[in-house]
């Protein structure tokens, strides 16, 4: 009976394990302390899951800054193929935003490299103002 209602409820039959195939993914192949690396300033790269929309979850590299709210994420258009075929999103935690920059890279490395500058800018910008250090004006009598 439950095996005829799991059928009507989901429209397929119980599947064992062997038919599922296991899939390497950005977290199998990404060496994150070399990708760290290659990033300006205070920037780092992570792994994590996300779900947009309808769509599969996906593992993507997230690459982030401990005082910045801004995230840029590097999705694969294809979980089977991690590394290729990269789609580049600038999320804004603070406003709740996700905007796509770059349809399609060729690869990680080349996303990376896409991003830097803007990584660089943007560190810039939110940089706290430092004060220089200035000589005493010394004014005459």
Same mark, same amino acid.
């Given at each position: 009976?439950?095996?005829?209602?799991?059928?009507?409820?989901?429209?397929?039959?119980?599947?064992?394990?062997?038919?599922?195939?296991?899939?390497?993914?950005?977290?199998?192949?990404?060496?994150?302390?070399?990708?760290?690396?290659?990033?300006?300033?205070?920037?780092?790269?992570?792994?994590?899951?996300?779900?947009?929309?309808?769509?599969?979850?996906?593992?993507?590299?997230?690459?982030?800054?401990?005082?910045?709210?801004? =995230?840029?994420?590097? &999705?694969?258009?294809?979980? /089977?193929?991690? @590394?290729?075929?990269?789609?580049?999103? #600038?999320?804004? %935690?603070?406003?709740?935003?996700?905007?796509?920059? =770059?349809?399609?890279? &060729?690869?990680?490395?080349? /996303?990376?490299? @896409?991003?830097?500058?803007?990584?660089? #800018?943007?560190? %810039?910008?939110?940089?706290?103002?430092?004060?220089?250090?200035?000589?005493?004006?010394?004014?005459?009598?």
């Amino acid at each position: 009976m439950l095996h005829a209602v799991y059928r009507w409820l989901f429209g397929v039959e119980n599947r064992s394990l062997e038919e599922v195939r296991e899939i390497e993914t950005i977290a199998d192949v990404v060496d994150l302390g070399w990708y760290s690396m290659r990033l300006p300033g205070d920037w780092d790269v992570r792994v994590d899951i996300v779900q947009y929309g309808q769509e599969a979850l996906t593992q993507v590299l997230i690459c982030t800054h401990p005082t910045v709210p801004i =995230e840029f994420v590097l &999705v694969p258009a294809q979980n /089977a193929e991690p @590394t290729a075929d990269i789609a580049v999103y #600038r999320r804004d %935690r603070t406003r709740g935003t996700r905007t796509q920059l =770059e349809r399609s890279v &060729v690869n990680l490395e080349t /996303a990376i490299d @896409t991003i830097a500058p803007r990584l660089r #800018r943007i560190e %810039r910008r939110q940089a706290p103002f430092v004060e220089q250090q200035r000589e005493p004006i010394v004014i005459s009598p």
